[in-house]
């Protein structure tokens, strides 16, 4: 008994030292977990972005409904300089005003579908036969000869291989796990060339296919069941490139069944009617910013910021990517607002567009106000940047923190977790994640960190898909999350001295600065 005293002891003490060297503000840490847990906006931010503004594609009216509400509440909650800003052009906004699909031979049956983004509409209701194309490719083209004229494109896929049911849709990271993840999401250059020139390569047919007298194409992403379809889009947000024939992303269900027919030779005529819209009135692409200014007289002019992409795909509501982030990091500032906090530094919150089509809006900002990593010519706003933390990976809780080989905020960020061990958050991982928007930050020397969170269902059924809507979403989890980012926020704004850096980067292109859209 008296060794078990003995390691509390011991235990405590640590602890102890640990939050002196922080000088963490326990009671501060305990007011922001009750103001979450008493007075949790969560489900109504949630609910105004996904359900009120709908499917956020950027320059979209979604999107511009997603401004105007994150805008408006940020002024409600007290954040001064609250709007949005240009971080550059970004192209066409798009959206779908109806869509319909059904097969009417050899029987009636309505299909489930979603055009992808910035492809054309049809000239009213098409009744049209199905034809099976081999490969997506100008030889399988050439190959039909006249058989495409007036045709419906059905592309063929691999026999049906549908993800079994006894396999779970969503999980939890183990405890054990947490500080020992590898590099998630990350992206070599010679992969993002391989993937550019891919999308590329893939417009260019569809636009032969069109002019082979195809009316419209059938594609499919075989990972999907139950209905749901994983859709994106085409390079003709920007000016440069002119849309594609009409293409629907159709069920894996519905897909190979029309497959199977085809392949027996039995005729297959569908009913399709998609009419969408462009918009080309502004072409500049928007973040919305706002701040939390700061009070002490030395350190006011240095900021901490944080943030999640507003912009989403347009299938869904764009629910767990990512109004989760956009929605924890509002909430986060809500909270700080409503505990009256006098930050010693800003608190800066932004809110991104352009993401998905390659962290546009973030790296858009990054150079308009920092630098450009391709030189390294840096800014002197630059050097006034502490942190900026991320949250883009879904509706799971928070497990911890990726470093980003920054080993010299490990003490620091354990100190700041510890206070919420309780609530799931323990782990770092000196790993790095990637593919999201602290990578603009990181770029050019500014701390820039992601969190680790639960993954959910995240990639297995909502990411990009007709899923990803307000039910999908976790709101405990967000809770959760949101309690965190205010409390890491707040320490990065009090403490004595900015975050420690990593040695300045060498200076190269950003991994998504191409010429060619995403």
Known sequence: ???????????????????????????????????????????????????????????????????????????????????????????????????????????????????????????????????????????????????????????????????????????????????????????????????????????????????????????????????TVFVDGTPAYDTRYAPALPEMLISTEDYYRMQRLLKGNTAVTLDLNVQNSFYADDLNGYNVIAEIPGTDPLLKSQVVMLGGHLDSWHSGTGATDNAAGCIVMMEAVRILKALGVKPKRTIRIALWGGEEQGLLGSFGYVKKHFGNPIDMKLSPEQEQISAYYNLDNGSGKIRGVFLQNNPLVKDIFSAWMAPFADMGATGLTSSNTGSTDHLSFDAVGIPGFQFIQDPLEYETRTHHSNMDVYDHLSIPDLQQAATIVAAFVYNTAMRPNMLPRKPLPQPERFIFDTDLPF
């Not at 060297?21 to 109504?44: G, V």
């Not at 971080?87 to 699909?101: A, D, H, N, V």
């Not at 509409?121 to 030889?139: C, E, R, W």
Request: charged share 15%.
């Open 1 to 227: 008994m008296r060794k078990i005293l003995a390691t509390i002891i011991v235990l405590f003490s640590v602890q102890s030292l640990v939050y002196a060297q922080e000088n963490i503000d326990l009671q501060m840490m305990e007011k922001i977990k009750k103001e979450e847990k008493n007075n949790s906006q969560i489900a109504s931010i949630a609910y105004n972005l996904t359900d009120v503004c709908g499917a956020r594609l950027t320059n979209s009216p979604g999107y511009k409904r997603a401004i105007a509400y994150t805008t408006s509440a940020l002024k409600s909650w007290g954040l001064q300089n609250a709007g949005p800003e240009s971080w550059g052009q970004f192209g066409k906004g798009w959206s779908t005003e109806l869509s319909y699909i059904a097969i009417t031979k050899p029987y009636y049956q309505q299909l489930i579908a979603n055009p992808v983004a910035w492809t054309s509409s049809t000239n009213g209701m098409v009744h049209a036969p199905v034809v099976l194309l081999k490969n997506l490719d100008s030889a399988s083209i050439q190959k039909m000869g006249t058989a495409l004229n007036g045709a419906i494109v059905l592309v063929q896929s691999r026999d049906s291989l549908i993800r079994s049911a006894f396999i779970a849709y969503a999980s939890r990271l183990a405890d054990s796990t947490l500080n020992t993840l590898p590099d998630t999401y990350m992206l070599g250059k010679d992969m993002v060339s391989f993937y550019m020139n891919y999308i590329t390569r893939e417009y260019q047919t569809k636009l032969y296919l069109q002019q082979q007298g195809a009316v419209a194409l059938l594609s499919v992403n075989n990972t999907g069941r139950d209905g």
